[in-house]
């Protein structure tokens, strides 16, 4: 997994990809016949795949294969299970779904768009952060939404997603994830997901979010690099064939809960986050931009999605913005 990288995968690198998904040998001659190429060129195109995430094994006399199968998403697949009111596009590669979409709704776009990224090379966090995910290992999409009201009125979305997901994952037999302000979904082992708002609009509508999440499937191959523990839903007997019904299930979610923000608000959900925060009434600390810390007792939200802190000043609201919560 490499993402922020400055790579640009070579055209036919995701072709012999998938010539080679199923995790069993094949040889460069046949695999150079299937996509009438040259031997040369093949081996060219199979060079950097490391920097994608995949580990591939090269035997002489055998030919190639990969340290484990991949499972590509299937628009059939998702379309059969989410039904045809979003219009999903699936690409190989793309240096952010999020990026990628925020154009595409500048353009006009319709809500419920969705894009799915196979592989980013620039995956976006908050606060110019990086997500990392390996080609394979994880889901990382975005989904365009139009709302009527204005940005003002969107401020508990994104942890509005959370719930979201937090339904999902209890759908697919998760137990004990829990979300951590203001929009984090983890596991006991660590992060599992990460969800990044951006909006576009006027204060007093309409407005056009576009919601982007990337989740582990499996344990990100290069968990040095991320810089805090990570979770992943292979730990929680979900299979990495399993992608596209993950996928599916997430959309479905989104999207009902998308279409009940747009009439309740936050207000509606905030009670299903409280009861997923798993900081609530525990020992936290506020990192503030400047670099300060403040010490309290998470406890909720606000109806804008502020978390409410007892401090030693009494109690406080913080805006998610700039500010990061830990556990003490
Ligand atoms: P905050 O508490 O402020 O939300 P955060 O560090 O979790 O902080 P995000 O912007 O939500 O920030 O997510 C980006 C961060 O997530 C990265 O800085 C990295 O620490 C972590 N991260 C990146 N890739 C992964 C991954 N595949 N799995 C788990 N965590 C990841």
């Known amino acids: 997994m490499n993402s922020a990288t400055n790579a640009v995968p070579k055209p036919l690198t995701f072709a012999l990809l998938r010539l080679l998904a199923d995790g069993e040998f094949h040889s460069g001659e046949e695999m150079a016949v299937q996509l009438e190429m040259s031997r040369a060129s093949v081996h060219n195109a199979l060079q950097d795949v490391a920097q994608f995430g995949v ?15 991949l499972c590509w998403l299937d628009k059939e697949i998702i379309l059969a299970e989410v039904g045809a009111t979003l219009n999903i596009e699936i690409l190989d590669y793309a240096t952010s779904s999020n990026a990628l979409l925020l154009q595409a709704a500048s353009r006009g776009a319709f809500s419920g768009s969705v894009l799915a990224v196979e592989w980013q090379s620039a995956g976006r966090g908050r606060l110019g952060r990086t997500w990392h995910a390996g080609l394979g ?11 009527e009201c204005g940005l003002a009125a969107l401020s508990g979305l994104s942890l509005a997603v959370g719930v979201a997901m937090m339904r999902a ?6 137990q004990d994830a829990g979300l951590k302000w203001p929009n984090d979904v983890m596991l006991p082992s660590g992060k599992l997901a990460g969800i990044l708002l951006e909006a576009q609009g006027d204060m007093l509508g309409p407005s056009a979010v576009v919601i982007g999440i990337g989740l582990n499937l499996a344990a990100p191959a290069d968990a040095a690099r991320i810089g805090q523990a990570a979770g992943d839903l292979s730990a929680c007997g979900i299979a990495l064939d399993q992608r596209n019904k993950v996928l599916s299930i997430l959309l479905k979610h989104l999207e009902s809960m998308l279409r ?18 798993i ?50």
């Open 279 to 328: 900081y609530d009434h525990r020992p936290v600390e506020m990192l503030m931009p400047d670099g300060k810390r403040i010490e309290g007792i998470a406890l909720g939200v606000t109806d804008e999605g502020a978390l409410r802190v007892e401090t030693a000043d009494g109690l406080r609201e913080f805006h998610s913005g700039e500010v990061s919560l830990r556990g003490r």
């Open 169 to 174: 994952l209890r759908e697919l037999g998760v």
């Open 260 to 277: 009940e923000f747009a009439v309740r608000g936050f207000t509606a959900l905030r009670k299903e986050w409280e009861s997923a925060h």
């Open 55 to 69: 580990m591939l094994h090269s035997v002489r006399g055998r030919g190639y294969r990969l340290s484990h199968p």
């Open 137 to 147: 290992d994880a889901l990382t999409f975005s989904v365009l939404w139009r709302f």
